[in-house]
């Protein structure tokens, strides 16, 4: 057992002055304080304390271990609050300066759709009509003797080519034909006509499932999702259109909280009153109507432990914000409603993922798409996305110690030489130079190793530090 002073001393928490006529008092507001206590024995007002000196190292010693947060520590945060801030309306300024009615650029602009194909948004009914006339090609070259075939754009690497002016990954015009007759893809045949079918049923219906619900409709022929996933891709392409124009929809996983609100479907949605589990990003995007938002950036979060650090932490309410993560690899409906921000709001998107080659992958595919959707990589795709962190070179600026950091595998590396080949990461130099550092050292990081130095030091020390400093590439 010890008194209350003695409790406070070895807390650190206030200081407690020796005076018997002071006693300590708990308060709503503040927590502790300090009153004078009456000669008669009631209580006086409590005594002003004097005024001190701000400290001359203001916003010095952020990424340290244990600096401390009392005295000029108000002073010290408010000046880096504002220095971020400010780094954020520059860069803000130099994305969109003069770019009042920008839009995303198409392969027609630039005048290339000769050998470059990509897919385009389509009503149900417009998709119906498509797969009808498929089917009536089907059976013409069935009746003259050359059977059930499909001739469907090519989606391998060697048939993606990327735009420089586009900043994203479209699909060259290659073909492949799928014949029935053929015992390598007679089962391809089998379950292209299968999803043709059941898309066709979805749109005269008018009417949304998801991946997995697809998956259960003929379980016994498509024997795993994968299997059934990749072949409405196929479809997509064969008929021309985007995915979500099939109907067909990945179940929720990305979830967004912060400055932002939004109709859905004619509701209202306050992402600032979600609780620390946020909102779940809905598959139907353009059900989204009316965003509006005061925030200064959007943060772009891999992964899901460090959205709840965000979240638990408030952080977009001090720093003004949109936080948006997808769990890992992004996945559709995540990369559409970025997109949708990006171009409604008008501000920069900055990027925290972990320091290996998986996490420099999934920040591309936000950027510049992913080579299994590269024929829809007009409709998800966000470019501009700044690389926030956590990068190589901050583990040795943040000190991140020996034993939170990671040896990477040699899959690892071959990954990360891999991505050194990618012309989209090539444009940038400090990208390169990022990259061939961690390959260099083999090694990586999580963004939990910053937990390393307090659970919340990602929002209190790491965050703040890198916008008042506009550290991203």
């Known amino acids: 057992r010890m008194s209350l002073r003695e409790w406070g001393r070895s807390l650190s928490i206030f200081h407690v002055e020796e005076e018997e006529d002071c006693f300590l008092v708990l308060s709503d507001s503040i927590g502790i304080k300090k009153q004078r206590r009456h000669p008669g024995g009631g209580e006086m007002a409590p005594k002003q304390a004097k005024a001190k000196t701000p400290s001359k190292r203001v916003g010095k010693g952020i990424g340290k271990k244990g600096s401390s947060q009392k005295g000029s520590g108000g002073s010290r945060s408010d000046g880096v609050l504002a220095r971020g801030l400010a780094r954020v309306k520059t860069l803000t300024e130099q994305l969109f300066k003069n770019r009042k009615d920008e839009q ?47 001739s469907i754009p090519t989606r391998s690497s060697s048939n993606q080519h990327y735009v420089e002016d586009l900043d994203r990954i479209v699909l060259k015009d290659k073909v492949s034909k799928k014949e029935f007759s053929s015992s390598s893809t007679v089962r391809k045949v089998t379950i292209t006509t299968r999803i043709l079918q059941l898309v066709n049923e979805l749109c005269i219906k008018a009417i949304h499932v998801t991946k997995r619900d697809l998956f259960y409709t003929d379980v016994k022929l498509f024997k795993q999702q994968n299997d059934s996933d990749d072949v409405l891709n196929d479809v997509a392409c064969l008929i021309g259109c985007t995915r979500t124009s099939l109907n067909v929809v990945a179940s929720e996983k990305g979830v967004v909280i912060g400055r932002v609100q939004f109709r859905e479907a004619g509701d209202l949605i306050d992402c600032t009153r979600m609780g620390v589990g946020g909102k779940a990003i809905p598959p139907f995007t353009d059900r989204i109507t009316d965003i509006k938002s005061d925030a200064s950036f959007i943060l772009l979060v891999e992964k899901d432990a460090a959205f709840m650090r965000l979240a638990e932490d408030r952080f977009y309410n001090k720093y003004p ?40 992958k999934i920040l591309s595919v936000y950027m510049s798409g992913s080579k299994s959707m590269s024929y829809d990589s007009a409709n998800l795709t966000t470019p501009d996305i700044k690389w926030l962190g956590v990068r190589p070179s901050d583990l040795d600026k943040y000190n991140i110690p020996e034993q939170c950091r990671l040896p990477m595998t040699e899959y690892d590396i071959k990954t990360g030489k891999e991505l050194l080949e990618e012309d989209f990461i090539r444009k940038s130099e400090i990208w390169v130079e990022e990259l061939e550092l961690m390959v260099k050292r083999k090694e990586k990081a999580e963004i939990q190793a910053l937990s390393n130095f307090g659970f919340q030091y990602l929002t209190e020390e790491y965050l703040p530090r890198k916008l008042a400093e506009g550290d991203w590439v």
């Open 104 to 150: 995303p650029k198409t392969l027609q602009e630039l005048g290339i759709t000769n050998v470059l194909k990509e897919v385009v948004e389509m009503e149900s009914a417009s998709v119906s009509t498509v797969i009808e006339k498929v089917f009536c090609g089907i059976v013409e070259t069935i009746l003259v003797g050359e059977g059930c075939q499909y």
């Open 321 to 360: 914000c949109i936080i948006i993560t997808a769990k890992g690899q992004p996945d559709v409906a995540t990369r559409m409603f970025l997109k949708k921000l990006r171009y409604t709001l008008r501000i920069p998107i900055l990027g925290l993922v972990d320091s290996d080659p998986y996490g420099l």
